[in-house]
Each structure stands twice: as structure tokens, then as C-alpha cells.
């Protein structure tokens, strides 16, 4: 069964620190990784999605990795800001099609 | 990009009153669609996958006389909280898969529900 695990829980640090998010996945047979940003109350933000062939991708700020075969993944986040705040979640897709969501990372960002 | 538009964002009802939440895609075609909850501070939670033209798939603990699911389109899927109680506020979440992006997932901004 697969389960995924998010460290730390929770973080903060103050605004301009660079800053990386742990995933990680029990079973490698994954289609691909999600990572996602939630704002209190709000729904979910798609961040950056990694297929399982790929090992890494870019948005902005963000950069995401992915090591299927040891089960991680990471999200990185340069030069934090007060509007990153917010609670980041990851979830893999797997051989069913199915979503398994970590428990999420709330992080904030002091100014 | 694949929008997934949610309605309503808010509401508030009586105990035992029915309550429905649309999930809409916007430009795209969903044959599936799911639909989570959120208790505060907590994971979200799978309730239900929602197939167009066939019954919809329930998690186990949900009650699918409680939470009717229908998905008559392919841009379409309900979720009807019946005789709802103070226990089934919470935040509701639909996301459906644009199959064009590489199984990508789709969310809806979210239903807040509040049974009074």
C-alpha cells in the first residue's frame, strides 16, 4: 500500500532563505508526482507536476525533483517571501489512478 | 489551462436540509472526477470517484446514501449532501483529470459547508 510521508510538518523562516520540502513515497510504481499549495480556507494550486520518467522541473522560484527509485521527492523554493506562506502538499498518482496525498508541510514565511 | 470551476464556495444550512455542490470543467472533458473533504487542520480525504454515465465509486466509511454523487456529463459532476448535520461541515473539494496533461489533476476552488 502505498504511503506517502511529508517532512518536516510544519517550518519557518524568515523571508529570503532558500528553503527545500521533503516527499516521500513508499512504492516506486508511480505515474507522477504533484505538488500542490493550499491557502487557509481555499482550494488546492497545482505547482508543478513530474512525470515518473522525468526527474525534475521548474517553475519560477520553484524547482521540483523527483528519485523514484529511492522514493523522494523535493521541492525547492528560492528566495522565500512573505506570499509562499501557505501549506504545501504532494501527492503521487498510482497504478490505480489514484491520488495519495501527504499530510502537508505548513510553512510561513516571516517578513 | 484546465479550469475546474466549484459553486458555490460557501454555504450555510438547517440540519436536515440538502445541500448540492457542482463541479464543473470548464474546457475540458472529465470522465472521472473526484471529490474530497477536509476536516480542519487535517489531510484531505478521498470520498469518491465520480464516472461519467455510471454510479460513482465511495470510499470506505462514506456513506453513499448520505453524499449522492452524479456525473450525467462529461463537464459535470454533484455532490448532494443529504439531511446534512452539524458533523458534515467541512471543505469540500472536487478535482478532475485533464487527460490531454498527462493525468494531471484539476482542482476546484472548494465548497465551505457549515451545518447550523
Known amino acids: 500500500k502505498q504511503e506517502v510521508t511529508q517532512i518536516p510538518a510544519a517550518l519557518s523562516v524568515p523571508e529570503g532563505e532558500n528553503l527545500v520540502l521533503n516527499c516521500s513515497f513508499t512504492d516506486s510504481a508511480i505515474y507522477n508526482l504533484q505538488w500542490f499549495r493550499q491557502d487557509p480556507g481555499k482550494g488546492l494550486t497545482s505547482l508543478l507536476l513530474i512525470q515518473s520518467s522525468q526527474r525534475e522541473q521548474t517553475s519560477g522560484r520553484l524547482n521540483a525533483s523527483l528519485d523514484k527509485s529511492s522514493g523522494r521527492s523535493t521541492l525547492y523554493i528560492a528566495a522565500s517571501q512573505p506570499g509562499d506562506s501557505a501549506t504545501y502538499l504532494c501527492a503521487v498518482m498510482d497504478s490505480n489512478y489514484q491520488l495519495i496525498w501527504g499530510a502537508g508541510t505548513k510553512l510561513i514565511i516571516k517578513p | 489551462g484546465a479550469v475546474v470551476s466549484q459553486h458555490p464556495s460557501r454555504v450555510i444550512c438547517k440540519s436536515g436540509t440538502s445541500v448540492k455542490i457542482e463541479c464543473r470543467s470548464l474546457d475540458f472533458q472529465a470522465t472521472t472526477m473526484f471529490w474530497y473533504r477536509q476536516f480542519p487542520k487535517q489531510s484531505l480525504m478521498l470520498m469518491a470517484t465520480s464516472n461519467e454515465g455510471s454510479k460513482a465509486t465511495y470510499e470506505q466509511g462514506v456513506e453513499k446514501d448520505k453524499f449522492l454523487i452524479n456525473h450525467a456529463s462529461l463537464t459535470l459532476s454533484t455532490l448532494t449532501v443529504t439531511s446534512a448535520h452539524p458533523e458534515d461541515s467541512s471543505f469540500y473539494i472536487c478535482?478532475?483529470?485533464?487527460?490531454?496533461?498527462?493525468?494531471?489533476?484539476?482542482f476546484g476552488s472548494g465548497t465551505r459547508l457549515t451545518v447550523v
Open positions: 478535482s478532475a483529470r485533464d487527460e490531454s496533461i498527462n493525468y494531471g489533476y484539476t
